[in-house]
């Protein structure tokens, strides 16, 4: 049976293009230095086997090592442009965190405060992670006040909690996914699961923020946790 195409997905091309207005906007220079990086590796490739004698060899590998290096700069310059463009929006940790590959869970926004200040939840094999968009001296509270309702309901889980932003103490987001995966690996697979339902009970008492998620926007994903 032949799958259903969704009409509203972009084909591959189209989103290879969406992406690269995306890093135009953000970087002007983006495109020319994915151009030019792709270029310069065929050409110390080609020159290569000029010199060796391997000239028809050299240029076929030196076609593909082109495309590879190319495809991994574009990657790279989506991946900041897309954090600049999320950057300052409210839920931008939230977007940054469903990005991550794994066995992650991630609950936005489990609490929220009437300056719009945010916390949310991501479950893993570290334990259980609290992640705050805001300054410091408003998120501390909420922070403190979410770890203590956690833990009664994961006894003995290891919880972390971790600002996201720009002031003193806190983590940027573009190096939330890094700081993240470089957690230790505290808990299994099965126990895993189990803290995801344990946390299943914990009340959701808290509104939405007013402010607009960021929605429709793929985060590059970031690599495995080994």
Known sequence: MAKSVDPEKPGRIKQLRMIAQIIKQANPKGMPIVFLS???TLAVIVVIGLVTDYLWYSVFLGILAALTVGL????QLAQRAQYS???GQTGAAAAVLQG???NW???????VNRDQDLIHMVVGHPG???VSEGPGNR????????????ARVVLGVEIYDIQCGDGEGQVPLGKLQRHIMKLPRNLKKPSVNEVKDRLRSLPKNVPMPKGPMPKG???PRGPKMR
């Not at 998120?139 to 956690?150: D, F, G, I, S, Y």
């Open 72 to 75: 991994v700069v574009f990657g």
């Open 217 to 219: 926007m793929r985060m």
């Open 105 to 111: 869970q991630v609950t936005p926004a489990i609490a």
């Open 100 to 102: 991550m590959r794994g």
């Open 38 to 40: 792709a270029v310069g």
């Open 85 to 87: 463009i999320l950057d």
């Open 139 to 150: 998120v501390a509270r909420m922070l403190a006040a979410e770890k203590k309702r956690v």
């Open 128 to 130: 259980v992670i609290l």
